[in-house]
Structure formats: structure tokens, C-alpha cells
């Protein structure tokens, strides 16, 4: 599995529920979705959480803290990352 540090991706299995797995993404749909979305909209918001760090997002809880206080660690992380699996 690629691993992807990015605030909204869960690092690790969760302790809460065994359903959610490792890498997922927290979305929270029920604050905009209606049956009248559509699939490009539906795109854009997953985008967005991909797009633009959010530091209110459940599994930054360790990478929060590292994201506000020392971003160019955070940023490194990400390189290391990306060209991991480049």
C-alpha cells in the first residue's frame, strides 16, 4: 500500500471502529451532499480534501501539531513521500 501523509489520510488502523481501514480518507459528505449532486461535484470536494491541508481534520492528530508549528518539516515529510513512491 502507497503510503500518503497528508492530514486527511489515516496513518494507521484505527482503534475506534474495525471497519475503518488503513489510508481512509476523512470526508464528511453529510455536510454538503444531496441526491441532487452531482458526480463533478462530488469530484471537486474529494479534490479539495486533497488539495488543501485542513488542520481541523480527525487524523491529523499527530501530524496537526507538526503542521502548524514546524511546516517545513511537514512539507519535507511530504517530498520524502512523494519520491518514495515515484
Excluded at 502507497?2 to 482503534?15: E, F, G, Q
Excluded at 454538503?32 to 469530484?43: G, I, S, V
Excluded at 503542521?67 to 512539507?75: K, S
Aim: glycine share 2%; charged share 25%; with cysteine.
Amino acid at each position: 500500500m502507497t503510503p500518503i501523509y497528508h492530514l486527511a489520510v489515516n496513518p494507521r488502523k484505527s482503534r475506534l471502529s474495525e471497519n475503518e481501514k488503513l489510508g481512509h480518507v476523512s470526508v464528511i459528505i453529510t455536510n454538503w451532499w444531496k441526491p441532487e449532486t452531482t458526480a463533478r461535484e462530488m469530484l471537486t470536494q474529494l479534490f479539495s480534501v486533497f488539495y488543501w491541508q485542513s488542520p481541523e481534520c480527525p487524523y491529523g492528530l499527530d501530524r496537526n501539531v507538526e503542521y502548524v508549528e514546524n511546516r517545513p518539516l511537514f512539507e519535507e515529510k511530504i517530498k520524502f513521500f512523494h519520491k518514495k513512491i515515484c
